[in-house]
């Protein structure tokens, strides 16, 4: 009869997963007593979580996934064991490229905004794993480079979900094939997670230092005598993924009561470290009073990519400090004195102050060539989203809303594309402090609550620049120079008058360069989107050429940029009187 019972009950859930929506319970809450045991290799996990339902019907099913590598031992509620079915799904929102699923069946169904509460218990092993990526073509060992989570004997780093699902997530699955669905899902994921929290007591086995993500909870210390226990909390998956690290790290303090761990014998790189977090002051705090602190955390991989979260910086360290490891620096502590539950105005930002610390370090032109090296990939991705956000929402006017920056999730598309918008701003506006300082997130419950703070310091309407780049999404601009017209002067110049056509859907202000015998002179031009506008520049000889857009501007096109003026057709200049 038992048998005929657990039959009975996997059969009903594996009727379920045909009709399963993997995305309608949010995961509102975590509490999680973590225990990662270096020698082994492994991580045992048990705890609470509380999911919400926000799809727009009742649920009786839903999934719990975890990477393949871990096992579920338990799915609980009320301490009374509930009946699921476990699977494997593949899915390279793990890096094992696999999750092992749990399908969970629940005594009643739960209505649209009611929550459950689980008990879960799972545990496995997290090695070094590169399945995704080799198995898609990536050279072995520039995948470690770049999938370097582990748990080991020597050294311990885990990420989380989008590297490895070391607690539990619900994702339709996504491979790294099909174009950008795993940063589609994981985006998917991080806006349903916005404001989600997590509690974690994490505890290790090896007497070296525990690294979390996050704020540290003393008072939820079950021993606060032993440094082998940790409790800390996470807010905001929306913006950040929680990780951790485990190994004998030396520590440095920096500015800020930030840190620096490093990893022994290693004490002259992260004494660079240090010396450059001194020189970096990106922006005062914005959003919030007070000043956020960044653990900067070693990898034991020398080329290991870095990664940033909160409070937390994952990364190689060298003496001197190379170009790249500044920036990646800089972005990171960015991201702790920038407060902002959207997603553009914080990523925006982190990114916009790497462009002030190049601008600051080489000149304008050094921004101008790292701006110019991302317009091709955001090009291509603006195609992408148009065409994918359209089949979803099934008007162009639905397509320009859903994709719009002030609904953006944490993705690399809306990163580089706010990049370029906060950049824009700067352009039109100049210096953007007073505003960023004046910025409260708790505030900023209107679309148009950012917009109301830059206009006065611009002194005028910025309305049709957020409605085509922040609260839509209108594509990119395509300029051209329409026709250049040179007039000579009494005094032996040139007024030159030149019409620029904007063949895009977002209007932008664009530089227009006019180069002379004798000079170049540069004014900016607003032109709106499928328009065309004119503007008088003086040069003080005979006119060659026009260039519309310095690359300050991101376009769909620059093949029109260059408008060659014909001496032929060049009035000769009058005679002083």
């Not at 008072?219 to 226990?229: G, Y």
């Not at 620096?260 to 959003?287: I, K, N, R, T, W």
């Not at 206009?455 to 910025?462: N, V």
């Amino acid at each position: 009869m038992k048998f005929v019972w657990v039959a009975c009950v996997l059969s009903a859930c594996a009727a379920g997963c045909l009709a399963l929506d993997r995305e309608a319970f949010t995961f509102a809450n975590y509490n999680l007593h973590v225990r990662i045991e270096p020698e082994q290799r492994r991580l045992a996990v048990r705890g609470t979580i509380t999911l919400r339902n926000d799809s727009g019907t009742p649920q009786r099913n839903l999934s719990l996934q975890i990477s393949s590598s871990l096992g579920w031992r338990s799915v609980e509620r009320s301490h009374h064991a509930l009946p699921f079915l476990s699977q494997s799904y593949t899915s390279d929102i793990d890096h094992t490229g696999v999750l092992s699923e749990a399908i969970v069946e629940l005594p009643e169904a739960v209505p649209p905004k009611g929550t459950v509460g689980l008990e879960v218990g799972y545990e496995g092993v997290i090695p070094l794993d590169t399945t995704r990526l080799t198995r898609i073509g990536v050279p072995e060992q520039e995948a470690r480079h770049t999938d370097w989570d582990q748990i080991s004997d020597s050294f311990t780093a885990v990420r989380g979900v989008g590297y490895v699902a070391w607690y539990p997530v619900a994702i339709e699955a996504a491979s790294l094939s099909d174009a950008n669905a795993v940063l589609d899902a994981l985006g998917r994921w991080k806006a349903r997670e916005a404001d989600a929290s997590m509690t974690v007591v994490l505890e290790s086995t090896r007497d070296e230092t525990l690294l979390f993500s996050g704020t540290p909870d003393p008072a939820n210390v079950p021993d606060p005598e032993t440094a082998k226990v940790g409790a800390f909390t996470m807010l905001r998956f929306g913006t950040d993924v929680p990780a951790f690290a485990v190994a004998s790290y030396h520590k440095l303090t920096a500015r800020l009561n930030s840190s620096v761990e490093y990893l022994p014998g290693q004490q002259d790189s992260a004494q660079a470290c240090v010396d450059m977090m001194a020189q970096l002051d990106p922006f005062s705090p914005v959003g919030r009073d007070a000043v956020g602190t960044l653990q900067v955390v070693q990898l034991l991989d020398p080329d290991a990519a870095a990664f940033s979260t909160q409070g937390m910086l994952l990364t190689p360290l060298a003496a001197p400090m190379t170009r790249e490891a500044e920036l990646t620096l800089i972005y990171a502590l960015t991201r702790e004195r920038v407060w902002s539950r959207r997603a553009w105005i914080k990523e925006g930002l982190a990114h916009y102050a790497q462009l002030l610390h190049i601008e600051q370090q080489q000149g304008r032109q050094a921004v101008l060539d790292y701006l110019n090296a991302h317009r091709t990939e955001l090009a291509e991705a603006e195609k992408e989203a148009v065409t994918r956000s359209t089949a979803d929402t099934g008007t162009p006017e639905g397509s320009e809303t859903a994709r719009a920056l002030l609904h953006s999730g944490d993705n690399l598309y809306a990163q580089t594309k706010a990049m370029y918008v906060w950049w824009m701003l700067r352009d039109m506006v100049g210096e953007l402090n007073p505003a960023l300082q004046s910025y409260r997130a708790s505030e900023d419950q209107d679309p148009a609550y950012l917009e109301r703070l830059i206009e006065p310091l611009a002194r005028r309407d910025l309305g049709w620049f957020f409605e085509d780049w922040v609260y839509h999404d209108r594509g990119l601009p395509d300029f051209r120079v329409a026709s250049v017209y040179p007039s000579p002067t009494g005094q032996g110049g040139y007024m030159v008058t030149v019409t620029v056509e904007n063949l895009g859907s977002a209007g932008a202000e664009v530089p227009v360069t006019v180069r002379a015998q004798d000079g170049t002179a540069s004014k900016r031009l607003e032109v709106r989107g499928k328009s065309k506008n004119s503007i008088r520049i003086m040069v003080p000889s005979l006119p060659q050429e026009v260039v519309v857009n310095d690359g300050s501007v991101p376009e769909t096109e620059v093949s029109s940029h260059v408008f060659e003026v014909q001496p032929t057709k060049v009035p000769p200049a009058l005679e002083p009187h």
